[in-house]
C-alpha cells in the first residue's frame, strides 16, 4: 500500500477514537450506526447517496430498502447474509480499475479494514439503523460502575463506564487554586482575585465548591463569558463586513446577549426571541432587539453589485446559519442541489429559505445608516433626558397659556386691511429671494446673483441668465406671501445685454395653486399660456437693450384682483443674456412685516400660500369665512396670530418661543442620539419563494412554501408559517437535535471538545459521540429543567470529571492524545478575549462596564487606512479611544471585519464573516509577539508592577509571590520564585544604571503613572510582570 | 516513561500524521529534542512538512510570489491587443458578442455600450514577439520570461466576491485563500519567517479585506502575516521602549525556563510547542528588521526596482519580495491597489503602469540572475479584466471600461512555466475566449499543480465536507508547463 493510504488511515482511525484504544473483542457484531455509515457516507455517498440527481446504477447506500433493491442492472448490491453474492463486495474487492469502487478518480480508496468491516456486516445481516442524531432522545439511566465513589453526578458514571471499559484510571480532583481558577475562567471568562483564591482553598466547608460555582454563576461576568460563545456563532460584528465595510451599530444586540444569559433566560425562550422576537404577540422593544440575531450577517453596497443576487445571499447566510447553530447540520451544500450525505433536499433549503424571504430589507443597503429595517432605543439616561426636558416644555407652555390669556382683554386689530392712504413701492426682491422660499431654475440654485461688473441697478446684486432658448429661473412658497390691492401693479427691472438680446421676455406669477399668471414682452416665442388671456397677457415690444428699464404689470390683467396673494415669481427669456433686480409691487396694501400689525391681513397672506405651515385645525379654521367660525376655531386663530405673529405681542411671546424652540432642538438631538439597532420584521405581503436553480438567484425553479426538513420532527401543531413556527419547531421538545447539539457545545467549551467533536456536524460526515449516552441523558436532562441554562452549566462544573486534575499522564496521553475519554480534567490556552481580559485583570486595569458601544484599544497605526476605501464611509480610520474604554473586555472591541483588531484575531478570534461554532487554537509566534510587545501587554505589565509595589509586601520574594499568584492562582515554587528574583535583580540593576530606559518603559501606555513610586523598581518590577503575562500558565486554563 | 520519550513518541506520532493536528508542534518538539535540526530543506523532495505530510508530484516551483493587481487591469490596454477594436471605436457592441453577459450597476444603465479601441499602442516585445501595450516596456522586456495567458476568465463581475473567488474558489466568505492552502499543505521550510506574507501597496482605489489572504476555515496560523513599510515590519515585532535586545533576551530566557519547568510538572505537549514558539518569535525580531532593511541593497539594484529605502511602494515591495524568497518563504503575495479604470482610463492606466512596470520586470530578472527564478513561480493580474465598451462618453484621450470576467489578461513566469509564450486567445472584440479558455479553478489548480500538489487531494473537513480550492473544478492546463 503506497504510503499516501496508510497515513490516511491512521488519520481514519485517529478520527474515531474508540479504535485508538482497546482491541475490540473478536466477538463483537459489527455497529452499523458507530463503524458502517461513516464508511459509506465518506466513500460512497456522492454517487450513491442523498443526492438523486447525482445517483448513480439506481443504487442508494443511504436507505435500506434502496440499498438492498435489485440495481439498474438487476444485481443487488447487497444480500444480507452473504457478502460474496453482493456486488458491493465485488466491486470494493475489484482489482479491475475499470470496475473498482470507489473510482479511483474519487480520490477515496477503502483501506482493508474498511473492506472488512463491510463484508463482515454483510455476512452479520446487514444490520441497519436511522442515523442516530435524528432519533428521538430518549433519556438513558446513568449506568452502573464499578468504583461508585467516584462519581459525583449521573455524568460521571458514564464517564467512568467508558473509562472502566478502557481500563484507565481518573485523575485525581485538582487542587483548590487550580479549581477556583478553572470556574471561574469557565463561569466568568476572567481569573479569579488573589483573595478569593485565598479564601476558597481555606474554606474547608464541604459545600464551599458548591456555594463557589453559584457564586460565579450570579455574577454579571458570567453573562458576559457565555455571550462571548455565543456572539461568534450569531457572527456578530460592527461593520457591514463586505467591501467598502463601513460601521454599523447593533451592539444592542450584543447587550441583549448578556442580558438574556444574566437573567437565566430558558434556552428555548432564547431561541424564539432571536429568530422571531417580532412575531410575538405584543412584542417588547427587548424582543425585537432579540430579533436581531439574523441581521448580523454581512451587507453589501458595492457599486454596480446585484442587489437580487445579495438579497438571496444574506438568506443563504441565516439558512446555513440557523442549521448550524440549532441543528448541528451543514446545509450548505443544499443551496445548489442535494444534500451528499445528509437526507435534507434542496427543495428543503428553499423551504426555510422561505422563512427568511420576507424581511422589508434591501439587496444593496448600509451605505450611510444601518440597513433597513433597523430602529431607535432609547436608553435609560436618554429617557430621563426627554422627560426632563418634556417638563420644562410643559411650564414653558403654560406661561404661554397665561400671556395669552392676558392678550383676552385686549384689542387686537382686525379688520379687513388697513390700507395706506396712497400707493407705495414694495420691494420683495432685491439682493436675495424672500424668506422661506424655494428657488430653481436649471443652474441657478443661487437665483443667478451676481455683482459688479455686472449691471446693477439696486443694492449689489442683480441675478441674470444667460440661455439658448427657453429658460428661466423662480422661486415659490415664500413664508410672506405678495398681499395684491385694488389697481396693484408689479414692477420689475431689466436690462438686456445689447450683445445678446433675447427674443422674449416674460413675468411670471404663482397665486399658490399654480403659474397661470404671465406678462410677455417681445416676440411670440415663448409657448406658454393662451394668448389674451391673464394666462399670456402680451404687454408690448421688447424693452429697450443695455440700459435698466422698468417694467410695470396691471395685477388684475393677469388675473389677479384685489385680495389675491403670490407666493411665487419667475423671470423668463427666450434665449440673450438678460438681468433682472428689484422686483416687487406698487400697492396701497400692507406687505411685509406689517402684514402682522392685523389680523385680517395676516389671515388673507396665510390663505395665499401654497403650503401652509399652520397647525392644522388653524388651517381649517383660517379658511372658514370670519363669521362662521365656531368659538373655538375663532380662538384657534386668533390665539395662534397672537402667540406667533401679531407684531405687538412679539415681544411677549418670543423669548419664549425662543426657549421652547431651543428645548425642542435639544429634544432631537437626544433622539438622534438613541442607539440604533438592526431588526427582524415581516413583510405585510410576503415575497415568493423559488429554488434558485444550482443556487444562482437569476435561475428560478419550483416555487415553495415555508417548510421544515421532513427527516426531522415534524412541525408542532398549530406553528404559524412564518419564522415563529420555525422557531417553536427548534424548541419543540421532540426536536432530536437541538438539545444534543446545544448541550454538546457547551460540554465543548469545558472539556475543549464536544462529545461529539464536530460540534457543527452532527450528520453522516460528522464524528461519532464519543460518549453518546451521557449526550442523550445531558440533552433529556437540559429539556426537562425547562431549557435551564445555568442548570446545565452547574451540573456540568459539579461533576468530578470536571474536577480532575489536567496533569497530562504520558501513557494516557499516549492512549489518547486528544483526552476525548476524559481520564484526566481539560487544559487548553484560553481565547483571545480572555488573554486580553485576564492579563487587564491581573494589571488591576479592568474596566467593569457592561455592554454599551464598541471600544478601540491600541491599535498600530495605519492598518484600517492601508486598506481603506476612505472618502464619506465610516469606519475608514481608526480612532482610538481613550480613558477607560482601553481597558474594557475584549467582547467590547470593536470588530472590523475587513481588518480585524490584530490581537484577537492572532489568538485565533474569527473575523465574523460567517457563524462560527469552534474556534481552532493555534500556538503560534505571532501570539509571542503580542503578548511580549502590544502596548495593551506591556501596559498590564505596568498595572501588575504598580499593584504589587503598592501592595503591603515590601520584600522582593514577598511579591514575587504576590505576582505570580495573581497571574496563576497559585503560589511558586521554589525554583520558580528563584528564577523572577533573579530576573528581578538583574532588571533592577539594569534600569540603575539605565534610568531613562525606566522611564522609556514606564510611559508604554495611557494610565496615570503614580509619581509616589520609584521608576526604577517599577520598571523592573514591569519586566517582571512581562515575563509573568507571558507565561503558557498565564494564558492557560489547566 | 520519562518527559523525554513522551516527547519523542509525541513528535514521532505527530510526523506520522503529517503535523496535521498542531503542525508548528510537531517541529517545536523536533527542535526542542534536537537544537541542531534544522527543519529546512527535506531531504526527500516529495516530503512536504504541512499537512500533505508527502507531495502528490516532484514539484516545479518551491515557492510563490503573486503580484495581485487589484481592481482589474484592462487586458485590452495592455496585454491583448485589439487592433480592430481601434477601428469600431464608437460603435454599439453587437449582441451577438455579448450573448446576455450580465453588466455591473454602473453601465447597465447605459442606452449604448460603444466599443473603444486601446489606449495606447501595442508592440512586439523580445524573441518570442508577445505583442503589449507601450505603457508597460520593461514587461516587454521580459517577454522570453514569461507565459502571458489571454484566456483566464472567472464568474464575478464585483470587485469584493470576484477577488474572493480568484483567491479562495469560491465567490462568498468563508474559505481559505490559495496561500493559506499552500502554507495549510506544504508547511514552511523557514525558521524564522512564517509561510505567507502579504504585503500592500497603492492608495486609493478599491478597499482590500484582511479576507483576501484570509485562512477561512483553517486553523489561524495559516493567514498571510502582513509585513509593512511602515512602523512594525511585523506587527509587534518591536521591543517596548525601554527593553533592548540584550533586555528581551534576558527576559525570554526567564519565559522558557518557567515554561520547561511547567512543562515537567504538567507534562502537555503544547508547552513545548509555546517554547518553540517564543524562539522563532525572538528569531524573527532579528529576521524581520533584517529582512525589510533594503538600504544594503546596491544601488544598481535599488535602480532596477526602482526602490527607495524607508519609502513604501510597490517596487519597495517587489525588492523585498525577492528577500522573501531567498528566505524560502512559501507563499509572497502582493496587493497594489487602483487598477479600476471605470473613467480617464488612459492617464489612470499610465499612471498605474508607472507604479508596477519596472519594479515587475526587475523583479523577474532579479530572481533570474539569483538562479531563484527556476524555482519560484511569479503571477501578475487581477480579479478580472474590462469591457470593451467604454463607461461613459467616449472622447479624443477620455473613456473608461466597466468590469469584464469573460477574459482577461494574467501573465506567470518561472518555476515550471513555459517562458515566451501567449496562451489562450480572445475574439477581435476582446469580448469572449475564442480558445484555451483558462477558468479561475483551472489557473489554481495549475498553480497547486506546480507546487507539486493535486488540487484534488489537497483538502480539508469543515462542515461535513471535504473543501477544496477548486471546489468541484479545476483542470490543470498542460499547455503553459515548462
Same mark, same amino acid.
Given at each position: ?1038 | ?13 505527530? /510526523?506520522? !500524521? ?6 508548528? $508542534?510537531?517541529?517545536? &518538539? ?5 537544537? @541542531? *535540526? ?125 477577488? /474572493?473567488? !480568484? ?6 466568505? $468563508?474559505?481559505?485563500? &490559495? ?5 495549510? @499543505? *506544504? ?296
Amino acid at each position: 500500500m503506497p504510503r499516501l493510504l496508510l497515513l490516511a488511515t491512521a488519520v481514519a482511525a485517529l478520527a474515531l477514537p474508540r479504535h485508538s484504544f482497546a482491541e475490540e473483542p473478536a466477538a463483537a457484531p459489527v455497529d452499523y450506526q458507530r463503524e458502517v455509515r461513516q464508511i459509506l457516507s465518506n466513500h460512497c455517498y456522492a454517487c450513491h447517496g442523498p443526492d438523486e440527481a447525482q445517483l448513480q446504477a439506481g443504487l442508494r447506500l443511504d436507505q435500506r430498502e434502496r440499498a438492498l433493491a435489485a440495481l439498474e442492472s438487476g444485481a443487488h448490491a447487497i444480500v444480507p447474509g452473504d457478502s460474496q453474492a453482493s456486488a458491493l463486495v465485488q466491486r470494493i474487492t475489484s482489482t479491475d480499475p475499470d470496475t473498482v469502487m470507489p473510482p479511483a478518480d474519487a480520490g477515496k480508496p477503502l483501506s482493508e479494514k474498511q473492506i472488512a468491516t463491510l463484508k463482515r456486516w454483510i455476512d452479520e445481516g446487514a444490520k441497519w439503523q436511522d442515523h442516530w442524531s435524528y432519533q428521538p432522545i430518549e433519556r438513558p439511566a446513568a449506568p452502573v460502575v464499578k468504583d461508585a465513589s467516584w462519581p459525583r453526578t449521573p455524568i460521571d458514571n458514564f464517564i467512568l463506564q467508558r473509562l472502566e471499559q478502557e481500563k484507565l484510571q481518573p485523575e485525581a480532583e485538582a487542587d483548590r487554586s487550580a479549581l477556583i481558577r478553572r470556574l471561574s475562567f469557565d463561569l466568568t471568562g476572567l481569573p479569579p482575585s488573589a483573595a478569593d483564591v485565598d479564601a476558597f482553598v481555606a474554606d474547608d466547608d464541604p459545600d464551599a465548591y458548591e456555594r463557589l460555582v453559584d457564586r460565579l454563576l450570579a455574577s454579571p461576568r458570567y453573562g458576559e463569558r457565555m455571550a462571548q460563545k455565543w456572539l461568534d456563532l450569531a457572527r456578530y460584528a460592527d461593520t457591514n463586513g463586505y467591501h467598502i465595510d463601513n460601521h454599523r451599530d447593533m451592539w444592542l444586540y450584543r447587550e441583549w446577549v448578556i442580558d438574556a444569559f444574566n437573567r437565566n433566560l430558558p434556552f428555548d425562550q432564547f431561541v424564539v426571541e432571536q429568530l422571531a422576537g417580532d412575531l410575538l404577540p405584543n412584542p417588547t422593544v427587548e424582543q425585537k432587539i432579540a430579533s436581531g440575531f439574523h441581521r448580523n450577517g454581512m451587507v453589501n453596497f458595492e457599486g454596480g453589485a446585484d442587489p437580487a443576487e445579495y438579497l438571496s445571499k444574506y438568506i443563504v447566510d441565516r439558512v446555513n446559519t440557523t442549521a448550524t447553530v440549532f441543528l448541528g447540520s451543514t446545509l450548505a451544500c443544499t443551496e445548489c442541489h442535494d444534500h451528499k450525505y445528509d437526507p435534507f433536499t434542496q427543495r428543503e433549503f428553499y423551504s426555510l429559505y422561505a422563512y427568511f424571504h420576507n424581511v422589508p430589507e434591501q439587496g444593496l443597503d448600509g451605505r450611510k445608516t444601518n440597513p433597513v429595517p433597523s430602529m431607535r432605543v432609547p436608553q435609560p439616561e436618554q429617557k430621563a433626558q426627554l422627560a426632563q426636558l418634556n417638563r420644562q416644555k410643559a411650564e414653558i407652555e403654560k406661561q404661554v397659556q397665561a400671556k395669552l390669556a392676558e392678550f383676552e382683554k385686549i384689542d387686537v386689530p382686525n379688520t379687513p386691511a388697513a390700507l395706506s392712504p396712497t400707493p407705495r413701492e414694495y420691494v420683495w426682491v432685491d439682493d436675495a429671494i424672500p424668506a422661506g422660499s424655494k428657488s430653481s431654475g436649471k443652474g441657478v440654485e443661487d437665483w443667478g446673483f451676481a455683482g459688479s461688473p455686472q449691471p446693477v441697478l439696486s443694492g449689489n446684486v442683480a441675478s441674470q441668465r444667460r440661455a439658448e432658448g427657453l429658460s428661466q429661473h423662480f422661486f415659490e412658497q415664500a413664508s410672506q406671501p405678495l398681499l395684491i390691492g385694488e389697481g396693484d401693479k408689479f414692477v420689475a427691472h431689466v436690462w438686456l445685454d445689447p450683445a445678446s438680446p433675447p427674443a422674449e421676455i416674460m413675468l411670471q406669477f404663482n397665486d399658490g395653486s399654480g403659474w397661470e399668471h404671465r406678462a410677455v414682452w417681445g416676440e411670440n416665442k415663448i409657448d406658454w399660456g393662451k394668448a389674451d388671456s391673464p394666462s399670456r397677457r402680451a404687454i408690448g415690444g421688447l424693452p429697450p437693450a443695455g440700459r435698466w428699464v422698468r417694467l410695470e404689470v396691471d395685477a388684475a390683467a393677469v388675473g389677479l384682483p384685489a385680495g389675491s396673494t403670490i407666493d411665487g415669481w419667475a423671470c423668463t427669456q427666450f434665449g440673450g443674456h438678460v438681468y433682472w433686480d428689484k422686483l416687487g409691487i406698487v400697492t396701497r396694501m400692507p406687505q411685509g412685516s406689517s402684514i402682522n400689525d392685523n389680523q385680517a391681513t395676516w389671515e388673507l397672506a396665510e390663505r395665499g400660500k401654497a403650503k401652509s405651515s399652520l397647525p392644522e385645525d388653524v388651517q381649517k379654521a383660517i379658511k372658514i369665512a370670519a363669521a362662521e367660525r365656531t368659538d373655538e376655531q375663532r380662538s384657534a386663530v386668533r390665539n395662534h396670530f397672537i402667540r406667533h405673529h401679531y407684531s405687538q405681542a412679539r415681544a411677549t411671546f418670543a423669548p419664549l418661543e425662543q426657549q421652547a424652540a431651543a428645548l425642542d432642538k435639544q429634544r432631537d438631538e437626544v433622539r438622534t442620539a438613541f442607539p440604533e439597532v438592526m431588526v427582524m420584521e415581516e413583510m405585510a405581503k410576503p415575497r415568493d419563494t423559488f429554488i434558485l436553480v444550482r443556487g444562482d438567484f437569476r435561475t428560478l425553479g419550483e416555487k415553495v412554501t415555508p417548510s421544515v426538513p421532513a427527516s426531522l420532527s415534524p412541525l408542532p401543531e398549530g406553528a404559524p408559517a412564518n419564522r415563529l413556527g420555525l422557531a417553536q419547531w427548534l424548541v419543540d421538545p421532540r426536536h432530536p437535535l437541538v438539545a444534543r447539539v446545544t448541550v454538546n457545545r457547551y460540554w465543548q467549551q469545558y472539556f475543549g471538545a464536544g462529545i461529539v467533536k464536530t460540534s457543527e456536524d452532527f450528520g453522516s460526515q460528522g464524528d461519532q459521540p464519543s460518549h453518546p449516552q451521557l449526550l442523550d441523558w445531558l440533552a433529556a436532562e437540559f429539556i426537562e429543567s425547562g431549557w435551564n441554562i445555568k442548570a446545565l452549566q452547574k451540573q456540568i462544573v459539579m461533576s468530578a470529571v470536571y474536577r480532575q486534575s489536567s496533569r497530562v499522564d504520558p501513557a494516557k496521553h499516549t492512549r489518547d492524545p486528544e483526552n476525548r475519554l476524559l481520564a484526566r480534567g481539560p487544559r487548553f490556552r484560553l481565547d483571545g478575549e480572555m488573554i486580553r481580559d485576564a492579563s487587564l485583570a491581573i494589571g488591576g486595569l479592568l474596566d467593569d462596564r457592561i455592554g454599551g458601544p464598541s471600544v478601540a484599544p491600541y491599535q498600530p497605526p495605519g492598518l484600517w487606512e492601508q486598506v481603506g476605501f476612505g472618502g464619506e464611509f465610516s469606519s475608514q480610520s481608526y480612532t482610538q479611544s481613550h480613558g477607560r474604554d482601553l481597558y474594557r473586555r475584549g467582547m467590547y472591541v470593536y470588530i472590523k471585519r475587513a481588518m480585524p483588531y490584530p490581537p484577537l484575531a492572532t489568538f485565533d478570534a474569527p473575523n465574523r464573516e460567517v457563524c462560527t461554532d469552534r474556534r481552532e487554537r493555534t500556538n503560534t509566534p505571532l501570539q509571542a509577539l503580542v503578548l511580549l510587545n502590544d502596548p495593551a501587554f506591556v501596559e498590564a505589565a505596568r498595572g501588575l508592577a504598580q499593584r504589587i509595589v503598592g501592595s503591603e509586601f515590601s520584600s522582593p520574594p514577598e511579591r514575587v509571590n504576590l505576582a505570580f499568584k495573581l497571574c496563576t492562582s497559585r503560589m511558586p515554587r521554589p525554583e520558580e520564585a528563584q528564577v523572577l528574583l533573579a530576573i528581578y535583580d538583574e532588571q533592577r540593576a539594569r534600569f540603575e544604571k539605565d534610568p531613562a530606559a525606566a522611564e522609556k518603559l514606564l510611559k508604554v501606555g495611557e494610565s496615570p503613572l503614580p509619581t509616589s513610586m520609584s521608576p526604577v523598581e517599577l520598571a523592573a518590577w514591569t519586566a517582571v510582570a512581562n515575563v509573568l503575562l507571558n507565561l503558557d500558565e498565564t494564558i492557560t486554563k489547566g | 516513561m520519562t518527559l523525554d520519550e513522551h516527547l519523542r513518541r509525541e513528535m514521532t506520532r505527530r /510526523t506520522l !500524521l503529517g503535523r496535521s493536528a498542531k503542525g508548528l $508542534g510537531a517541529l517545536a &518538539l523536533a527542535s526542542l529534542l534536537n537544537d @541542531g *535540526l534544522q527543519a529546512a530543506t527535506p531531504e526527500n523532495p516529495l516530503e512536504a512538512l504541512g499537512a500533505l505530510g508527502q507531495l502528490h508530484f516532484a514539484p516545479k516551483a518551491r515557492r510563490v510570489i503573486y503580484l495581485f493587481m487589484s481592481g482589474g487591469p484592462s487586458h485590452i490596454d495592455l496585454y491583448d491587443a485589439k487592433p480592430k477594436l481601434k477601428e469600431l471605436t464608437g460603435e454599439e457592441l453587437p449582441d451577438s458578442v455579448r450573448m446576455g453577459q450580465r453588466i455591473t450597476g454602473m453601465t447597465s444603465g447605459q442606452s449604448k455600450l460603444l466599443m473603444v479601441g486601446p489606449a495606447y499602442p501595442f508592440k512586439k516585445y523580445g524573441a518570442c514577439g508577445t505583442e503589449m501595450s507601450e505603457v508597460i516596456p520593461h514587461i516587454g522586456s521580459v517577454a522570453d520570461d514569461i507565459c502571458l495567458v489571454r484566456s483566464l476568465h472567472t464568474d464575478p463581475i464585483n470587485h469584493d466576491p470576484a477577488v /474572493t473567488y !480568484l483567491l479562495t474558489g469560491n465567490q462568498q466568505p $468563508g474559505r481559505p485563500t &490559495l496561500g493559506a492552502w499552500s502554507a495549510y @499543505g *506544504l508547511g514552511s521550510v523557514n525558521k524564522n519567517l512564517p509561510e505567507y506574507v502579504v504585503l500592500l501597496s497603492g492608495g486609493g482605489g478599491q478597499p482590500l479585506l484582511a479576507r483576501y489572504w484570509g485562512n477561512g476555515f483553517l486553523p489561524g496560523k495559516y493567514q498571510g502575516v502582513q509585513f509593512r513599510s511602515t512602523g512594525d515590519a511585523v506587527l509587534y515585532v518591536s521591543n517596548p521602549e525601554g527593553i533592548d535586545p540584550a533586555a528581551r533576551r534576558s527576559l525570554l530566557d526567564g519565559v522558557q525556563k518557567l515554561n520547561r519547568m511547567q512543562l515537567e510538572a504538567v507534562g502537555d505537549p503544547e508547552i513545548a510547542t509555546r517554547i518553540d514558539a517564543y524562539e522563532m518569535a525572538y528569531r524573527m525580531q532579528t529576521s524581520v528588521p533584517e529582512l525589510m532593511d533594503i538600504s544594503k541593497e546596491s544601488a544598481g539594484v535599488l535602480q532596477m526596482y526602482g526602490a527607495e529605502p524607508g519609502k513604501s511602494s510597490f517596487a519597495n515591495n517587489c525588492l523585498l519580495a525577492r528577500r522573501l524568497a531567498e528566505r524560502d518563504v512559501r507563499f509572497v503575495q502582493l496587493y497594489h491597489r487602483d487598477w479600476d479604470h471605470h473613467g480617464n482610463l488612459p492617464s489612470e492606466l499610465k499612471r498605474q503602469a508607472d507604479q508596477c512596470d519596472r519594479a515587475s520586470a526587475a523583479l523577474i530578472k532579479d530572481l533570474k540572475q539569483r538562479g531563484l527564478l527556476d524555482e519560484t513561480l511569479v503571477i501578475w493580474g487581477g480579479e478580472f479584466g474590462r469591457t470593451s465598451y467604454s463607461q461613459g462618453a467616449i472622447s479624443a484621450n477620455n473613456f473608461g471600461r466597466d468590469h469584464h470576467p469573460r477574459c482577461f489578461s494574467i501573465w506567470m513566469a518561472g518555476g515550471g512555466i513555459k517562458p515566451g509564450m501567449t496562451f489562450g486567445q480572445t475574439d477581435e472584440f476582446g469580448y469572449n475566449v475564442v480558445s484555451d479558455g483558462v477558468h479561475a479553478h483551472d489557473f489554481q489548480a495549475t498553480v497547486l499543480h506546480l507546487l507539486g500538489v493535486d488540487h484534488k487531494r489537497l483538502t480539508y473537513r469543515f462542515q461535513g465536507r471535504d473543501f477544496r480550492l477548486t471546489d468541484v473544478a479545476g483542470n490543470v492546463v498542460q499547455q503553459i508547463l515548462a
